[in-house]
T-cell receptor, first 113, second 113 residues
Framework: QKEVEQNSGPLSVPEGAIASLNCTYS??????FFWYRQYSGKSPELIMS????GDKEDGRFTAQLNKASQYVSLLIRDSQPSDSATYLC?????????????FGSGTQLTVLP | EAQVTQNPRYLITVTGKKLTVTCSQN?????MSWYRQDPGLGLRQIYY???????DKGDVPEGYKVSRKEKRNFPLILESPSPNQTSLYFC????????????FGPGTRLTVT
């Protein structure tokens, strides 16, 4: 079982719709969860972080975390063509004295005009 | 400007010819990491460093070496590159304990023939 799993997609939504991206993780000691956006050929950029159960909203983005179900999601409201990218879920867990960030393989999102 | 730089950005080389990819950050970050990104596999950590002279293996360290002689620099060394090391490589840094956002370099696309 992969440590962090995402549906690879591609996921297509029409402009203005809500895009829902999902991620599950295997290690219950994981403490911090992140969503990165990566445009083709570019480096990942952090768009959301979440540390406790529930929802966290930032503009059009909402991250949701359920530690009991080991599930984290990202909702993008009013999707725009500029949101078309690959979205990477990342889980940060403590390994000894260090923190390791483990990434999922990403979900490719296309927002259709 | 706070940034992580990598050089070169693109490299085509032949099997067995030693190469070094440099990484430098100007944010005084303690933690630095190297990742490789391959289609369908997401970002996988190669090595990480918690501070000067402190390095440890990530998930896919075979065939790679690193060093951390200065806080700002974290070069990735391929002593004898092979075609299966053809990939997109990212260097990243973050402040350390309690700080979770990783800053990524622009990436180095390596092709080994």
């Amino acid at each position: 079982q992969k440590e962090v799993e995402q549906n690879s997609g591609p996921l297509s939504v029409p402009e203005g719709a809500i895009a829902s991206l999902n991620c599950t993780y295997s290690d219950r000691v994981s403490q911090s969860f992140f969503w990165y956006r990566q445009y083709s050929g570019k480096s990942p950029e952090l768009i959301m972080s979440i540390y406790s159960n529930g929802d966290k909203e930032d503009g059009r983005f909402t991250a949701q975390l359920n530690k009991a179900s080991q599930y984290v999601s990202l909702l993008i409201r009013d999707s725009q063509p500029s949101d078309s990218a690959t979205y990477l879920c990342a889980v940060n867990k403590r390994v000894g004295s260090a923190r390791q960030l483990t990434f999922g393989s990403g979900t490719q999102l296309t927002v259709l005009p | 400007e706070a940034q992580v730089t990598q050089n070169p950005r693109y490299l085509i080389t032949v099997t067995g010819k030693k190469l070094t990819v440099t990484c430098s950050q100007n944010m005084n970050h303690e933690y630095m990491s190297w990742y490789r990104q391959d289609p369908g596999l997401g970002l996988r950590q190669i090595y990480y460093s918690m501070n000067v002279e402190v390095t440890d293996k990530g998930d896919v360290p075979e065939g790679y070496k690193v060093s951390r002689k200065e806080k700002r620099n974290f070069p990735l060394i391929l002593e004898s590159p092979s075609p299966n090391q053809t990939s997109l490589y990212f260097c990243a840094s973050h402040l350390g304990t309690g700080a979770h956002e990783q800053y990524f370099g622009p990436g180095t696309r390596l092709t080994v023939t």
